[in-house]
T-cell receptor, first 110, second 113 residues
Framework: EDQVTQSPEALRLQEGESSSLNCSYTVSGLRGLFWYRQDPGKGPEFLFTLYSAGEEKEKERLKATLTKKESFLHITAPKPEDSATYLCAVQVGGYQKVTFGTGTKLQVIP | DGGITQSPKYLFRKEGQNVTLSCEQNLNHDAMYWYRQDPGQGLRLIYYSQIVNDFQKGDIAEGYSVSREKKESFPLTVTSAQKNPTAFYLC????????????FGSGTQLSVL
């Protein structure tokens, strides 16, 4: 059974304090790993797609990396507007099923 | 503008009642999805559909039903068999034949009276 585990469940950072969120996965035939951001009461918004180990993607203060077993979302010098829940998802090859992790709720304090 | 529209935004269900959540997309996407999100939790897959007139159960399909009669529409019915329906329901879609990102609607909050 495909499994996606995110840690920590919640993270509180001071503004400017860099950190990383983790997404561990156990799947057969990873087709793509996705990161989304979700604000309260809204649908998730796409951030990144990673396809193979060693791949990295960057957007503003966020950088996503991928290994054969996990992905990291690095947040550099976060700002209060980065506060949100960050979700990781995987798609297994040959199927359209997309499985999400439980998310990490990030709070950035001014 | 292209996008996914979910309605209603808030819905209340009485005990023993079936309710239907609407999801419409004008993105010409093949695949559509329904997820359930409980407070402080991630998204759990209820049903997904890759093409018209075809759909598959996700991880928590019991107590739910769907139909896919048109490419643009993927309604979700929460039946009386679903004993704990209170949750935030999210519809999503994407191009079916690629590994593209999901586009999400704004969600429906379902509560039990």
């Amino acid at each position: 059974e495909d499994q996606v585990t995110q840690s920590p469940e919640a993270l509180r950072l001071q503004e400017g304090e860099s950190s990383s969120l983790n997404c561990s996965y156990t799947v057969s035939g990873l087709r793509g790993l996705f990161w989304y951001r979700q604000d309260p009461g809204k649908g998730p918004e796409f951030l990144f797609t990673l396809y193979s180990a060693g791949e990295e993607k960057e957007k503003e203060r966020l950088k996503a990396t991928l290994t054969k077993k996990e992905s990291f979302l690095h947040i550099t010098a976060p700002k209060p507007e980065d506060s949100a829940t960050y979700l990781c998802a995987v798609q297994v090859g040959g199927y359209q099923k997309v499985t999400f992790g439980t998310g990490t709720k990030l709070q950035v304090i001014p | 503008d292209g996008g996914i529209t979910q309605s209603p935004k808030y819905l209340f269900r009485k005990e023993g009642q079936n309710v239907t959540l609407s999801c419409e997309q004008n993105l010409n996407h093949d695949a559509m999805y329904w997820y359930r999100q409980d407070p402080g939790q991630g998204l759990r897959l209820i049903y997904y559909s890759q093409i018209v007139n075809d759909f598959q159960k996700g991880d928590i399909a019991e107590g739910y039903s769907v139909s896919r009669e048109k490419k643009e529409s993927f309604p979700l019915t929460v039946t009386s068999a679903q004993k704990n329906p209170t949750a935030f329901y999210l519809c999503a879609s994407k191009f079916g034949t690629t590994d593209e990102k999901l586009f999400f609607g704004s969600g429906t909050q379902l509560s039990v009276l």
